[in-house]
């Protein structure tokens, strides 16, 4: 049997991945068939860390275009991954594994407001970790904020989980011809010019030297598959 390649892990989910067919919210189902992969990870050892997006709310420049200014919107948008790390720790915890989850904002009645060691002392204790709220500040993303919490909680790989199988030579939507990479460097992707990640998240990781894989959160047990390097993805690294 495959047995995970890595230690200590972050994995990113885009809030859109977890609103599955309806076009908006949360899809219940999909949200424990995403944690049932988590909590089987766990139960290999790994450590997991997890960043959640909030896409499948509010994104704060689609607010934006509604009038309201941008910053209010982007603070719309980080309580948006506080709601959707709010389903899925109730539901690791529901499928047996025990789950922390922090946010950058202080919303204390809620949950803990991240602190570095808080967090590694939790990981100590075997529990998974779901980073909310992104970085806190507005004019980032939840890709940034997994970036930087990958580094400061020493994740060996970074897991980006999404809608697409890899990354592609072009849109894959848009190009029939497109080829998916299995492997690429930092600076080959630079170079092409290939959306990774945004700009920020990208230079995190590779300033940090942090490992990311692209794979689709569509698969069933396609974390898992990531973990063990037995899925279909494309694998950026140095
Ligand atoms: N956001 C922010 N700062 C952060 C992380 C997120 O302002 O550090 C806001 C931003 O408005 C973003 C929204 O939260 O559009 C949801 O996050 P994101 O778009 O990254 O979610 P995803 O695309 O992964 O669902």
């Known amino acids: 049997m495959a047995r995970p390649l890595y230690k200590r892990v972050l994995v990113k989910i885009s809030g859109e991945a977890l609103m599955g067919e309806a076009g908006f919210g949360l899809d219940p189902k999909v949200v424990d068939r995403i944690s049932a992969d988590i909590v089987s990870l766990r ?9 959640v997006g909030g896409g499948n709310i509010f994104r704060g420049v689609q607010v934006a275009a509604s009038g309201i200014d941008r910053a209010t919107g982007d ?4 309580l948006a991954t506080v709601m959707n790390a709010l389903a899925l720790g109730a539901s690791i915890e529901r499928q047996g594994a025990t ?15 991240f602190s570095r060691q808080a967090a590694l002392r939790h990981f100590e204790r075997g529990h998974v970790m779901i980073f909310s709220a992104g970085t806190g500040n507005p004019f980032f993303t939840t890709d940034t904020a ?9 994740c060996e790989v970074l897991l980006k989980a999404t809608n697409v199988d890899g990354v592609y030579t072009a849109d894959p939507k848009l190009d029939k011809t497109a080829k998916r990479y299995d492997k690429l460097s930092f ?24 490992p990311v894989i692209v794979f689709s959160i569509h698969e069933p047990g396609s974390i898992q598959a990531a973990v063990m390097g037995t899925g279909r993805g494309t694998l950026v690294g140095a």
């Open 146 to 154: 997994a970036a930087l919490r990958a580094a400061e909680m020493g």
């Open 75 to 78: 603070y719309m948008g980080m």
């Open 99 to 113: 789950c922390r989850v922090m946010s950058a904002l202080e919303m204390p009645a809620i949950c803990e407001t």
């Open 187 to 210: 600076d080959e992707a630079l170079a092409r010019d290939l959306k990774v990640m945004d700009a920020a998240a990208f230079a995190l990781a590779r300033e940090n030297r942090i």
């Open 43 to 51: 139960s290999q050892n790994v450590e997991v860390a997890l960043v």
